[in-house]
């Protein structure tokens, strides 16, 4: 979509998410970011690639930070019958969806700067505060759609409900496989236990 035709949507806005969500994309064709949590990314990535890996790990803690401030933000907005954001707030919360799905569960990003320069004894410690915002995340999300519309009606407020469904089916992409990879590091922990117990060539160091 061109930045003229972002312009010309919004010159006659028919729903409070489209029109946020547009004024979005407007931004973004202009080079501009209206978010903070994209910029933080951006440095951090910029940190790793030109500095290291302990000053990506702490731009990282901003992304963190920022992505904080997007959960609480979008908790705060209350729900009405139809499971979307009351008016009024429906912009707010469709650009915010957006922000979230985009640069946390998308990506994977951030999750994997926050554990750079770090021991592996320390690696759950790295994720545990990004884990809890997905937690809560979910739980607004589930919320929202815990009280969508009954079968057979028309959806009301059918891009916001789009944009909470993707980010639902993205948070479940994630748990699985954070949960295999969590599976596979203790499968190769108990190798390497299996094998120094054995010691050399396969021979049993118990004596």
Known sequence: MTAEAVKKALEAPSDEAVAALAQ??????????????????????????????REARALAQKALGDAGALVASIEMIPVDKAGAAIAGRRGQAATTLR?????????????????????????????????????????????????????????AHATLHQRQLKALLHLIDGRRATKSTRERGKASSARASTRAGRGPAGCSSSG
């Open 99 to 155: 922000a979230l799905d985009r640069y946390v569960l998308e990506s994977g990003e951030l999750k994997s700067l926050l554990l750079l320069d770090r021991a592996p004894s320390q690696v759950s410690a790295g994720v545990a505060a990004l884990d809890d915002l997905d937690e809560r995340f979910a739980k607004w999300l589930v919320k929202c759609e815990a009280t969508a519309h009954p079968p057979g009606e028309p959806t």
């Open 24 to 53: 979005d994309f407007l931004h973004e064709l202009q080079g501009e970011e209206p978010h903070a949590l994209a910029a933080s990314l951006e440095a951090a990535m910029a940190a790793f690639l030109d500095e290291g890996t």
